[in-house]
């Protein structure tokens, strides 16, 4: 397996370092050199990191500039936004411009890993605690698409999206083949009218489904 290439943006040394060691010593993750010593967003970006992890803690200025700054020098790339709190309007901007996974720092370093693997692999992922909280500051105004739209078996698949899990683990759960999970995962995202895994969990907490 390739390793994934993943940058740390954290402009306190001593986490960004720390963070840095972590990974260098999981065989499934190779951590970018321009990292080590610096946040600098041009040098990260330039280095075309299959992932970058932006700390928003210690994060001098709007970290949504950020995203923007590396989504437009390297658009590949996958970002996670790693907090220490649920902070439901950064979710909401953060999505906007591309956000690929909003993570809160009380998990475990085997589970961020499980996260970063999940999203290397083109799935999203929210904490469900934050799509929670977002979800009680939502409009009623939003226009909502009548859940009964879904078959019995669409309704499974979002609310284990919902639940966090990967495609794969979706299709082990339901005795599926990844290739039919993903046939549902368009025909939700169609009948929905979504556009990315993190839409759809916040769609089934909000209707109930999850």
């Not at 040394?13 to 499934?28: Q, V």
């Not at 200025?61 to 923007?68: A, L, P, Q, V």
């Not at 992922?125 to 019995?152: C, F, H, I, W």
């Not at 549902?184 to 999850?210: C, D, E, M, V």
Request: one cysteine or more; hydrophobic letters at 45%.
């Amino acid at each position: 397996m390739e390793r994934i290439r993943i940058a740390i943006i954290e402009e306190q040394a001593l986490f960004r370092k720390s963070l840095c060691h972590l990974f260098a010593k999981d065989e499934r993750f190779s951590v970018i050199p321009e990292c080590v010593e610096s946040c600098a967003i041009g040098r990260i970006a330039a280095a075309k990191p299959a992932i970058a992890i932006l700390d928003v803690d210690f994060h001098k200025g709007d970290c949504i500039d950020s995203i923007k700054a590396l989504r437009e020098a390297h658009p590949g790339i996958k970002l996670c936004l790693l907090s220490m709190h649920a902070q439901s309007e950064l979710l909401s901007r953060a999505l906007a411009v591309g956000l690929d996974a909003y993570v809160i720092k009380d998990i475990s370093p085997s589970e961020l890993a499980r996260i970063l693997i999940m999203v290397a692999g083109g799935d999203a992922y929210v904490d469900p605690r934050l799509a929670g909280n977002m979800l009680r500051k939502l409009s009623t105004r939003q226009e909502r698409a009548n859940p009964t739209d879904l078959s019995e078996r669409e309704t499974e698949v979002i609310r284990l999206i919902a639940a966090g899990l990967s495609n794969k683990q979706i299709s082990d759960k339901l005795f599926l083949s990844q290739k039919t999970v993903k046939n549902h995962n368009s025909r939700i995202f169609s009948k929905l009218n979504l556009t990315a895994r993190t839409q759809a969990a916040i769609y089934a907490i909000k209707n109930g489904i999850a």
